[in-house]
């Protein structure tokens, strides 16, 4: 079975910045697509970035651009996503997804997964 846990989420001020984790058990990080997506309240579940298992490829949304970054951490089993210049538009719970192994399809939708963490709260105050 899989099991993914976030961490790292708080409360950080206008323009801070915050470093989120996750922990993957019965899945190695680097043979699936590892994906974040947050939801804000009265909001649905949207794409965040995500790193393909084919060549470690990145993709993000506009919203994050040039201000996120995804990693990989082979040796920890882990991936990251680096947030700087936090705004208080990121607010939400954010998770980590994946799917099985090598699949392949619509990274951006939130059906295309197969496994999620339980999400961390990241709060940023105006």
């Known amino acids: 079975q899989v099991q993914l846990v976030e961490s790292g989420g708080g409360l950080v001020q206008d323009g801070g910045s915050l470093r989120l984790s996750c922990a993957a058990s019965g899945r190695t990080v680097s043979s699936s697509t590892m994906t974040w997506f947050r939801q804000a309240p009265g909001k649905e579940r949207e794409f965040v970035a995500c790193?393909?298992?084919?060549?470690?490829?990145?993709y993000y949304s506009d919203f994050v651009k040039g201000r996120f970054s995804i990693s990989r951490d082979n040796a920890k089993n882990t991936v990251s996503l680096q947030m700087l210049s936090l705004q208080p538009e990121d607010t939400a719970v954010y998770y980590c997804?994946?799917?099985?192994?090598?699949?392949?399809?619509?990274?951006?939708?939130?059906?295309?997964?197969?496994?999620w963490g339980q999400g961390t709260q990241v709060t940023v105050s105006s």
């Open positions: 790193i393909k298992w084919s060549g470690d490829r990145t």
């Open positions: 997804a994946t799917t099985t192994p090598w699949k392949t399809g619509d990274v951006y939708s939130r059906t295309w997964y197969d496994y």
